[in-house]
T-cell receptor
Framework: AQTVTQSQPEMSVQEAETVTLSCTYD???????LFWYKQPPSRQMILVIR??????QNATENRFSVNFQKAAKSFSLKISDSQLGDTAMYFC??????FGAGTRLTVKP | DAGVTQSPTHLIKTRGQHVTLRCSPI?????VSWYQQVLGQGPQFIFQ???????GRGNFPDRFSARQFPNYSSELNVNALLLGDSALYLC???????????????FGDGTRLSIL
């Protein structure tokens, strides 16, 4: 079974700075998809970014980018120029079904 | 366009009771998935339905069941409620439910279920 591990329960960052959230996973599959979701206190889960395992190029979406290391089974999320609205729980997910325990990110003014 | 809608928003039940949670997908979406999110944890996959057929099932007991209707809305039923069933239940919809498609899932706000 695939497992997803987020080893940082909580993180904080100053506004306008950069922060990286870590995620590792375990699978025997060669083709799969990885996701980062954001869940603000209002609780609706929102897709941040998605990576297809067969693609070498790391996905980017505006201020959000990933560092996908397939051999190491690592999928970290980098948030650049952090904004107060980025404060939320962030979940890493494998194939949109298996989620990590989450990282609570707080952006400080 | 309306997003994924779930009802009720909050629900309080006692142990041993039965509960039905409802989900209406985004118009045009034919796949609905259900997740359980216990406080402080990530969502756990319960079921996925596509075109009224069960496509996937997570590691949950038979007390949990679901179905999808011709209009693609869905119900999640939980029988013989236990204290451990207290959680936020999330519904997500997508066009096909296939991860390989370039269409992401959209989540509803969830139903907060409390068991006393």
């Amino acid at each position: 079974a695939q497992t997803v591990t987020q080893s940082q329960p909580e993180m904080s960052v100053q506004e306008a700075e950069t922060v990286t959230l870590s995620c590792t996973y375990d699978t025997s599959e060669s083709n799969y998809y990885l996701f980062w979701y954001k869940q603000p206190p209002s609780r609706q889960m929102i897709l941040v970014i998605r990576q297809e395992a067969y693609k070498q190029q790391n996905a980017t979406e505006n201020r959000f980018s990933v560092n996908f290391q397939k051999a190491a089974k690592s999928f970290s999320l980098k948030i650049s120029d952090s904004q107060l609205g980025d404060t939320a729980m962030y979940f890493c997910a494998f194939d949109d079904m298996r989620f990590g325990a989450g990282t609570r990110l707080t952006v400080k003014p | 366009d309306a997003g994924v809608t779930q009802s009720p928003t909050h629900l309080i039940k006692t142990r041993g009771q039965h509960v039905t949670l409802r989900c209406s997908p985004i118009s045009g979406h034919k796949s609905v998935s259900w997740y359980q999110q216990v406080l402080g944890q990530g969502p756990q996959f319960i079921f996925q339905y596509y075109e009224k057929e069960e496509r996937g099932r997570g590691n949950f007991p038979d007390r949990f069941s679901a179905r999808q209707f011709p209009n693609y809305s869905s119900e999640l039923n939980v029988n013989a409620l236990l204290l451990g069933d207290s959680a936020l239940y999330l519904c997500a919809s997508s066009w096909t439910g296939a991860v390989s498609s370039n269409q992401p899932q959209h989540f509803g706000d969830g139903t907060r279920l409390s068991i006393l």
